[in-house]
């Protein structure tokens, strides 16, 4: 047997114990530490198999494990590979096709990658972005003010190829070791094209003078180092369900230069907060599906249930009832989802200015999957006075 026989019979036999419960990297990592005997190599070969057979989404489901790894790794692969070479000789003159071809050629159909057409936000092109899933979305740095020449500087001289999306933007090779070449989190973050782009909306509120901003699903800070970038001197407080998280937040913070703000542990689905009329900006990048990311997780993808939609909008309704009264009249609330589907994005800002009778300033699909990145949702809405 051929190691390119043992690398596909490795991944059938991962991807038949796998029920979707844990995230499939930390199922992978737990495979490979039972099998140390497999070289980086290997864990990369096999690796890439196992998330070919996810790439095709709910299209393929009749196919066999093995025979859905195969057509994965085909219609993912643009160059020559020595797997489909030794396995597959008789489809290698059509490997350079197109996507939506080498699909055809396997009997599938782009559609049934991502099947939820119909539920996605207005806007969104639902063949580009199933196609989308068919690549591993790019690794993506935002420089932090005044460090632009340096971390340029610093990648260039590690040899590191990248693309410059604008001055602030970088666009890197996903295998990048940057903790190796640049100070992370104090001289730029790790974080997607679409949610750099979330910055312009913050740029619309400069001449607001905001001073008092609120992240109030903080996770790992991403946003609120954002804002800090983007709106100067801000008093900052965070929140998150889980003391966990804003401890990594805490560290990140100290990474980043950041030592004043205010940390808040509350269930925002359950409760809110005592300080009513006390924030000029809300960030609310609340809890979704995620879908906007599954490029990057596409096994989340291959076990979604489109029922699981009504569940996140009853939860980001919970949280968005309970924080509104903590926002100063004449005070912002940025919306966020990194979602595609239209129940978690424009129908809750339909729910906010209907319910609560904030005005909508802005709303943007920010679309990732025709640059390799994610896809999000933002809007900006405000709080009149009186």
């Given amino acids: 047997m051929s190691r390119f026989h043992s690398y596909l019979n490795a991944a059938v036999a991962i991807l038949k114990q796998y029920d979707g419960a844990m995230p499939f990297a930390a199922n992978l ?19 890439d198999l196992c998330y070919s057979f996810f790439r095709l989404g709910k299209s393929g489901l009749h196919l066999s494990v093995e025979e859905r790894i195969l057509a994965g790794k085909f219609c993912c692969t643009t160059d020559d590979d020595a797997i489909l070479q030794a ?31 119909d539920a996605l936000s207005d806007g969104i092109d639902g063949e580009l972005f199933s196609l989308s899933f068919l690549q591993q979305p790019h690794l993506f740095i935002r420089i932090r003010p005044g460090n632009e020449e340096v971390v340029k500087r610093k990648l260039l001289h590690a040899g590191v190829n990248f ?35 979330v910055g312009a909306l913050l740029e619309k509120l400069i001449p607001r003078k905001i001073k008092n901003v609120w992240d109030c699903c903080a996770a790992s800070g991403g ?27 805490k560290k990140r913070f100290a990474e980043a230069g950041i030592k004043s703000y205010n940390t808040i542990i509350t269930d925002l689905s359950q409760r809110g907060i005592e300080q009513n009329d006390q924030f000029d900006l ?18 989340q993808l291959y076990y979604f249930d489109k029922h699981c ?10 949280i968005l009832t309970n924080i509104v009264s903590s926002l100063k009249p004449g005070g912002y609330l940025l919306y966020i989802t990194c979602s595609v589907f239209k129940d978690e994005n424009e129908n809750n800002v339909q729910f906010l200015t209907k319910n ?31």
């Avoid at 939609?309 to 919970?318: A, D, H, P, R, T």
């Fill in 223 to 249: 946003k609120s180092i954002l804002a800090k970038d983007v709106l100067g001197n801000i008093n900052l407080t965070v929140n998150d369900v889980r003391e966990t998280i804003l401890y990594n937040l």
């Fill in 356 to 386: 609560f009778s904030l005005q909508l300033n802005e709303q943007i699909i920010l679309k990732g999957y025709d640059m390799q990145a994610d896809t999000m949702f933002a809007a900006l809405l405000s709080k009149p006075y009186g």
């Fill in 29 to 47: 990592k737990q495979f490979f530490a039972a099998n140390k005997k497999m070289g980086a190599t290997d864990r990369r070969k096999i690796s």
């Fill in 87 to 117: 396995v597959k000789p008789e489809w290698t003159s059509d490997i350079s096709s197109n996507a939506t071809g080498k699909l055809k050629l396997q009997g599938l159909d782009v559609h049934e990658i991502f099947p939820f057409k």
């Fill in 309 to 318: 939609i009504e569940k996140y909008v009853q939860l980001q309704k919970s």
């Fill in 163 to 197: 693309k410059e999306l604008s001055p602030l933007c970088l666009s890197l090779p996903n295998a990048t070791k940057l903790d190796r070449i640049i100070q992370l989190n104090r001289e730029a973050v790790i974080q997607d094209y679409s949610s750099q782009r």
């Fill in 282 to 299: 809300i960030i609310a990048d609340v809890p979704c599906s995620g879908s906007g990311t599954w490029a990057r997780t596409p096994e």
